[in-house]
């Protein structure tokens, strides 16, 4: 079974229809009240890595789920910079571009990462940091907390990066559910 493909941005929209639709297939498959839980927790962590890297996100959404396992898909446009791409891919299982399997692919993932941009970081003078209250000013590190979920989760998770799309699925096995 497929469920509905939801569109995804970074404002929050589909956010709540995506998570609906996890809730659907978990009641359709007959999953028990902690796997319909993981499924929930899988889709909201999978939204909110693309979005902590990602930065800017229109994306698509939907799950399939055959016999026991289900797979969580999203593809997304994105420009990436050298470091994001990195973080990106090192969240999946292989810690390779599952776009680079063939001899081509492998050369085309080569040239992509060359010309990656440098990411940017910016220093905020001490003198403007002082005049900040304390803990205003956070940063935007990615702490990798989406990234730990989802490997504790997922049995397996694949990133395939080619030109600005971006696609991750993400899937697990669940013991009850109906075939």
Same mark, same amino acid.
């Given at each position: 079974?497929?469920?509905?493909?939801?569109?995804?941005?970074?404002?929050?929209?589909?956010? /709540?229809?995506? @998570? #609906? !639709? *996890?809730?659907?297939?978990?009641?359709?498959?007959?999953?028990?009240?902690? &796997?319909?839980?993981?499924?929930?927790?899988?889709?909201?962590?999978?939204?909110s890595l693309a979005h902590s890297i990602a930065g800017q996100v229109k994306?698509?959404?939907?799950? /399939?789920?055959? @016999? #026991? !396992? *289900?797979?969580?898909?999203?593809?997304?446009?994105?420009?990436?910079?050298? &470091?994001?791409?990195?973080?990106?891919?090192?969240?999946?299982?292989?810690?390779?571009?599952?776009?680079?399997?063939?001899?081509?692919?492998?050369?085309?993932?080569?040239? /992509?990462?060359?010309? #990656?941009?440098?990411?940017?970081?910016?220093?905020?003078?001490?003198?403007?940091?002082?005049?900040?209250?304390?803990?205003?000013?956070?940063?935007?590190?990615?702490?990798?907390?989406?990234?730990?979920?989802?490997?504790?989760?997922?049995?397996?998770?694949?990133?395939?990066?080619?030109?600005?799309?971006v696609d991750i699925t993400v899937s697990k096995r669940f013991n009850t559910?109906?075939?």
């Open positions: 079974m497929r469920s509905d493909i939801v569109t995804i941005e970074n404002s929050g929209k589909g956010f /709540e229809r995506a @998570t #609906a !639709q *996890a809730k659907k297939v978990a009641v359709y498959k007959g999953l028990d009240g902690m &796997e319909a839980v993981q499924l929930q927790m899988l889709t909201e962590e999978m939204l994306a698509s959404f939907w799950i /399939e789920f055959e @016999t #026991a !396992q *289900a797979d969580l898909h999203m593809t997304t446009n994105a420009v990436l910079d050298k &470091e994001k791409r990195a973080e990106l891919i090192a969240t999946s299982t292989s810690r390779k571009n599952e776009a680079a399997k063939t001899f081509l692919g492998k050369i085309r993932n080569k040239f /992509e990462e060359a010309m #990656a941009s440098d990411a940017e970081h910016f220093e905020i003078p001490d003198d403007i940091m002082d005049d900040l209250p304390f803990g205003i000013y956070d940063g935007e590190d990615w702490d990798g907390y989406e990234r730990s979920i989802l490997r504790k989760l997922a049995d397996d998770i694949k990133i395939g990066i080619q030109g600005q799309t559910a109906q075939h």
